[in-house]
C-alpha cells in the first residue's frame, strides 16, 4: 500500500540519515518500511536530483543511491511518473502558494494518489495538501 509521497530533500535526507529530517517524518518513513507500505518518488525528483548535482548542491551519490533502492523488488520507495491523474491533479494546487513546478508536481502526485506529502517546505505545508513534518 502506499502510505504517502515524499518530497525531494525527504528522499536524500532519509536516505543519508541527514539530521535535518524531522522526528515526525522520520518516524512516519520508517513505519511504512517497517510495515511493508511504500513512499513514493514522484519521477520529478530524479530530475530535480540530476539538476541539483549540476549545480554542485547535492553529491552524485545521492542520485546512485537512490536510483538503487528504486531497483529492489518491494522497497520502500517506489517511482510514481507524471501522467494525466498527476497533471489533473497538478490544477488543485495553487500556484501562488506553491510556485516552483516540480515541487507543485511532486504536491500534485501525492494529491492525486490520495496520500499526504512528506515535505519540509513551508508554503507546501501551509496549503490545503496533507503534510506530514
Same mark, same amino acid.
Given at each position: ?8 530533500? *525527504? ?15 522520520? %518516524?512516519?518513513?520508517?513505519? @511504512? ?14 530530475? %530535480?536530483?540530476?539538476?541539483?548535482? %549540476?549545480?554542485?548542491?547535492? &553529491?552524485? $551519490?545521492?542520485?546512485?543511491?537512490? @536510483? @538503487?533502492?528504486?531497483? $529492489?523488488?518491494?522497497?520502500?520507495? *517506489? %517511482? ?16 501562488? &502558494? *506553491? ?35
Amino acid at each position: 500500500m502506499l502510505a504517502g509521497v515524499a518530497d525531494t530533500h *525527504t528522499v536524500i535526507w532519509y536516505l543519508f540519515a541527514a539530521p535535518y529530517l524531522s522526528q515526525t517524518a522520520k %518516524e512516519f518513513l520508517d513505519r @511504512a518500511a517497517v510495515t511493508g507500505d511504500q513512499i513514493g518518488i514522484s519521477s520529478i525528483t530524479l530530475i %530535480e536530483m540530476v539538476y541539483l548535482i %549540476e549545480k554542485g548542491r547535492i &553529491a552524485v $551519490e545521492s542520485f546512485s543511491r537512490l @536510483a @538503487a533502492v528504486l531497483q $529492489e523488488p518491494n522497497g520502500l520507495f *517506489t %517511482e510514481i511518473p507524471p501522467d494525466l491523474r498527476v497533471s489533473r491533479a497538478l490544477l488543485r494546487v495553487d500556484s501562488a &502558494a *506553491t510556485p516552483d513546478m516540480p515541487d507543485r508536481i511532486i504536491a500534485a502526485t501525492a494529491l492525486c494518489m490520495g496520500v499526504p506529502l512528506v515535505s519540509k517546505d513551508r508554503k507546501i505545508r501551509l496549503s490545503t495538501l496533507t503534510t506530514i513534518w
